[in-house]
């Protein structure tokens, strides 16, 4: 379980975030929504070690995380998908899996029979360049080298962003999958609302780097969620 409390976060003297409070639990889908421009990607570059935060607590199954690098939190189980994809082009789609390994033992390091189960085109593209593969398959192909690393914790960064309706219902597919295993915990930030809402489990809306609306998804009504973001998109 990933716990932040407080979390804070600075460029130079601009403030991002202003006390985050997050909790991802295994076995759920933690939804972070709101417009761009809102601290939505500082919170996942930050809960992945890419940013020092500037205040707050972090902590991974109860131990509290002092200043993590990027690099030691996905050797502790926090695999990353940013936004944009972030596939190397020119190495092939094997290649690109395979970056993945330098979280694993050597024992370790093959690519799982279960990454081409859920994403049969990267089997069949496996000595393509990634540059070559269209924005859907980059996408799944990013995803795809996150669970190389075996994460406990998996951060997603608008997954469905440009992507067609087809690819975004197998992603979906995939991202429940994951969460009915019961033993990861996702962060799934999210614009399409439908997308989130069928998924989430607990939602987190923000704004202007603060949270204004939060809960588990019990809790919560649809309604007023949607227009919540409807009312800050119309803003």
Request: aromatic fraction near 4%; charge should be positive; glycine fraction near 14%.
């Amino acid at each position: 379980m990933l716990e932040a409390k407080g979390l804070t976060l600075h460029y130079g003297g601009s403030q991002i975030l202003h006390g985050i409070d997050l909790t991802a639990r295994p076995g759920a889908v933690t939804c972070v929504m709101g417009n761009n421009g809102v601290g939505k990607t500082s919170l996942m570059q930050l809960l992945a070690g890419r940013h020092p935060r500037s205040g707050g607590d972090l902590a991974l199954d109860g131990t509290a995380l002092g200043r993590v690098s990027a690099q030691r939190m996905a050797r502790m189980g926090v695999g990353y998908v940013p936004q944009g994809r972030a596939i190397f082009p020119t190495l092939t789609v094997r290649e690109n899996l395979e970056t993945g390994f330098a979280c694993l033992p050597r024992a370790e390091r093959r690519v799982p029979d279960e990454i081409y189960d859920s994403f049969p085109v990267l089997a069949e593209m496996a000595g393509r360049r990634g540059g070559d593969l269209s924005g859907g398959q980059q996408q799944q192909l990013a995803i795809a080298r996150a669970l190389i690393t075996k994460p406990r914790i998996l951060l997603l960064d608008e997954p469905t962003e440009g992507i067609q309706p087809n690819i975004i219902a197998q992603i979906g597919r995939v991202i429940a999958a994951l969460r009915d295993r019961g033993d990861m915990a996702i962060v799934l930030v999210e614009q399409f609302f439908d997308f989130a809402w069928d998924l989430g489990d607990a939602f987190l809306v923000m704004e202007r780097g603060r949270a204004v609306m939060q809960g588990p998804k019990g809790r919560l009504s649809r309604g007023d969620l949607h227009a919540r973001l409807a009312g800050h998109q119309a803003a």
